[in-house]
């Protein structure tokens, strides 16, 4: 595809429940991001990797928020023991350079809205 | 406090008028700046990619301005459209990849 996809559109998790998310970034992009959106807020930063390798997840807000991208492409998103308090869009995005600093735009994708009820 | 800084919060226009959103940022040492128009429902897309040595920077009916002395950016919209509304993130970079966002501008352009 021409974008970042990322699936699914929506999800709705009962509190406890374990789930997955998944990213899709542009082909060949080196870098990927994951931000958390609540509602009226813009973005924040979770975790970022270059190629297959985590290089920054400072902004995991507990050890229940878990990302991979074990060949460099695709990349998952996992939060076990959903709590109400991670209701919010999740945003992935890639970049075709790494770098810190780069001026090289980020393409997001549409996000998961997840609900936790 | 956060570290990106925009004003207003929100904004209502009537369709063909001018705009201007402001972002203030304390981000240190700067990279770049840029500017993100984000549809509901929608990821974020960019309109203006701007680094320390640019003023300014137009994409059609938007430019961008940057004074980095002052740490400040404005984003001035012509002529706007009913498409314009949506939200406007400005994102600063500094020296990491780590972007710091915006809580943005939400703009409503009314007939």
């Known amino acids: 595809g021409a974008g970042v996809s990322q699936s699914p559109r929506y999800k709705v998790a009962k509190r406890g429940q374990d789930v997955a998310l998944r990213c899709d970034p542009i082909s060949g992009h080196v870098s990927l991001f994951w931000y958390q959106q609540a509602l009226g807020q813009g973005p924040e930063f979770l975790t970022y990797f270059q190629n297959e390798a985590q290089l920054d997840k400072s902004g995991l807000p507990s050890d229940r928020f878990f990302a991979e991208r074990p060949e460099g492409s695709v990349s998952t998103l996992k939060i076990q023991r959903t709590q109400q308090e991670d209701s919010a869009v999740y945003l992935c995005?890639?970049?075709?350079?790494?770098?810190?600093?780069?001026?090289?735009?980020?393409?997001f994708g549409n996000g998961t809205r997840l609900t936790v009820t | 406090k956060n570290q990106v800084e925009q004003s207003p919060q929100s904004l209502i226009i009537l369709e063909g008028k001018n705009c201007t959103l402001q972002?203030?940022?304390?981000?240190?040492?700067?990279?770049?700046l840029r500017w993100y128009k984000q549809d509901t429902g929608r990821g974020p897309v960019s309109l203006t990619i701007m680094t320390f040595s640019e003023n300014t920077k137009s994409n059609r009916r938007y430019t961008a301005t940057l004074d980095a002395d002052t740490k400040q950016s404005s984003l001035h919209i012509t002529a706007s459209q009913l498409s314009d509304s949506a939200s406007y993130i400005c994102?600063?970079?500094?020296?990491?990849?780590?972007?710091?966002f915006g809580t943005g501008t939400r703009l409503q352009v009314f007939p």
């Open positions: 994102v600063v970079s500094g020296n990491t990849d780590k972007l710091i």
């Open positions: 972002c203030n940022y304390t981000v240190s040492p700067f990279s770049n």
């Open positions: 995005a890639s970049r075709e350079t790494p770098g810190g600093g780069s001026p090289s735009p980020l393409h």
